[in-house]
């Protein structure tokens, strides 16, 4: 079983930032995409962000121009940059894996998720 590990959640003002990291216990080349989902109450899960094998990035476009994915090979770690927080970007942040390439993504693609880290943004 893969296995990935999420840190970096928080309470925040809004517009403040936060930076997540997922570490993934084994080399994340193995696979076609690592991303981020988030869950808030209530809410159906959403694709934040998704890096593929390519380096191709997407983003929901409720977070374009505010968070950046990255990976650091070396180190295995997946990052989620989160700058100008919003009350609405509260939520249960998961690290994901999809393994394999498919043309149109789905959440039954995502194999593979960490336990989650919550973000909740509130003054």
């Known amino acids: 079983q893969v296995q990935l590990v999420e840190s970096g959640g928080g309470l925040v003002q809004p517009g403040r930032s936060l930076l997540l990291s997922c570490v993934v216990s084994e080399n994340m080349f193995n696979f076609n995409s690592m991303g981020w989902y988030r869950q808030a109450r209530g809410k159906l899960r959403e694709l934040v962000a998704e890096?593929?094998?390519?380096?191709?990035?997407t983003y929901a476009e409720s977070v374009k121009g505010r968070f950046t994915i990255s990976r650091d090979g070396a180190e295995n770690t997946v990052y989620l940059q989160m700058n100008d927080l919003r009350p609405e970007d509260t939520a249960v942040y998961y690290c994901?894996?999809?393994?394999?390439?498919?043309?149109?993504?789905?959440?039954?693609?995502?194999?593979?998720w960490g336990q989650g880290t919550q973000v909740t943004v509130s003054s």
């Open positions: 890096i593929n094998i390519g380096g191709r990035t």
């Open positions: 994901a894996i999809a393994p394999f390439r498919s043309g149109v993504r789905c959440l039954n693609d995502w194999l593979f």
